[in-house]
C-alpha cells in the first residue's frame, strides 16, 4: 500500500485523469444538478436560491419590487414543459405532480401513474378538460417553456426561468424581432417585464442591445454546459420548485395565447400592425352615358320645288 498516491496530491499519472472521464460518466447521471430559479409568483421578480426566495429590489425604489430585469435569454426549450396535479394546485402546495413532462411528449420516467402514453394523446391535455371558478374552460394539464436566463453580468449564473403558457405569444414575438434582425436570442441582452393590463403574471421580451463579441462567447459556452441543459430538459428529476410555478385556482390560461414550438422557432412573418397596407382598388368609373342624337330629318326629294334654280350659270 506503500504506493497508494494521496487523494489531494497534484502528481496525477496522465492515465488516471483520462480514465477519470470515462468511468465518472456512469455517476453523472445519478447527481441532481442544483441551479436558482426565477420566480415571476404574484407578478414580482425573486430569486430562489438554496430553498431561500430573495425578491429583486426596484433599483429606483428600493422599498418595492423591480417591475423590469434586464437578463441574457441562455437557452429555450424547444418543447413545452406540462404539470398535472389530479386535485388542481394551490398556494402553498409542494407535492409532487400526479404527472408531469419536461419535453412536452410523454410523461416523465418517474411518474408512477402516468395519464397517458403521450402528451398528444392524453386527455388531460385537451382544452376544456377542465373548468375553472369563473366558468372558463381550460387544459387541466397546464403547459410552460423551461428557459435558462442569467444576468448580462454575470453569465456563469444560469437561472430557471418558467414561461408560463399566457406568456408564450411574447416569446413568439422575441423570436421574431431576433429573425428580423438576423440574431440569435442570445446574442442580445433582453427586457423582461410583466403586462400591466393582465391580473396574472404575464411577461413582456424585448431585444434592447446586442451583446459584445467576447461576452456573447462567455454565454455560448455556458448555453452549451450541463448545468444549462440541465435547466430546460429537467435532467430527468423533478425540481422542488416545479410545485411552485404551478397555475392557481383562480388563474386562467387563454388559448389563444398559446402558440406552438414552431411558431416560436419561425415567428418571422410580420404581424398585421407591421405588414404594410395593401392598396384599394379604385372603383371602376362608369362611363357617362352618350348623349342622344337627334333625329335626321328626311326630306322628300319630290317636295322639293326647283323652278327658281338656273342651272346653266
Known amino acids: 500500500m506503500s504506493q497508494i498516491i494521496p487523494f489531494d496530491s497534484d502528481n496525477l499519472p496522465a492515465h488516471l485523469a483520462d480514465d477519470a472521464k470515462l468511468f465518472n460518466a456512469d455517476l453523472a447521471g445519478h447527481v441532481s444538478v442544483g441551479f436558482p430559479v426565477l420566480s415571476i409568483k404574484g407578478k414580482a421578480f425573486a430569486i430562489k436560491r438554496d430553498g431561500a426566495r430573495h425578491v429583486i429590489a426596484n433599483p429606483k425604489d428600493p422599498e418595492s419590487a423591480a417591475t423590469s430585469l434586464e437578463v441574457v435569454v441562455l437557452r429555450v426549450n424547444k418543447h413545452k414543459s406540462k404539470v398535472f396535479y389530479a386535485k388542481g394546485w394551490k398556494e402553498g402546495d409542494d407535492g409532487k405532480p ?69 406568456s408564450m405569444k411574447a416569446l413568439s414575438e422575441l423570436a421574431a424581432a431576433c429573425n428580423r434582425r438576423g440574431v440569435a436570442y442570445n446574442m442580445a441582452v433582453t427586457r423582461i417585464s410583466f403586462d400591466p393590463d393582465a391580473s396574472t403574471p404575464k411577461l413582456i421580451f424585448k431585444a434592447i442591445g446586442l451583446l459584445p463579441t467576447d461576452l456573447y462567447q462567455e454565454v455560448k459556452q455556458v448555453a452549451l454546459s450541463d448545468t444549462v441543459d440541465s435547466i430546460i430538459n429537467g435532467g430527468g428529476v423533478m425540481p422542488e420548485s416545479t410545485a411552485s410555478s404551478a397555475p392557481s385556482a383562480d ?63
Do not use: H, Y
Open 98 to 166: 400526479d404527472c408531469f413532462s419536461n419535453d412536452g411528449l410523454k410523461p416523465d420516467a418517474s411518474v408512477e401513474k402516468p395519464q397517458a402514453k403521450s402528451c398528444a394523446t392524453c386527455p388531460k391535455n385537451a382544452w376544456g378538460s377542465k373548468v375553472t371558478e369563473s366558468g372558463t374552460k381550460v387544459k387541466a394539464c397546464s403547459d410552460s417553456i423551461r428557459a435558462a436566463v442569467a444576468a448580462p453580468n454575470d453569465v456563469n449564473d444560469p437561472m430557471l426561468l418558467r414561461i408560463p403558457a399566457a
Open 251 to 313: 388563474e386562467e390560461q387563454e388559448e389563444d395565447e398559446v402558440v406552438t414550438t414552431e411558431e416560436i422557432e419561425e415567428s418571422v412573418i410580420p404581424t398585421a400592425e407591421e405588414q404594410p397596407e395593401k392598396p384599394k382598388a379604385k372603383p371602376k368609373v362608369k362611363p357617362a352615358a352618350k348623349p342622344k342624337s337627334e333625329p335626321e330629318v328626311v326630306v322628300e326629294v319630290d317636295d322639293l320645288d326647283l323652278s327658281d334654280i338656273d342651272f346653266d350659270d
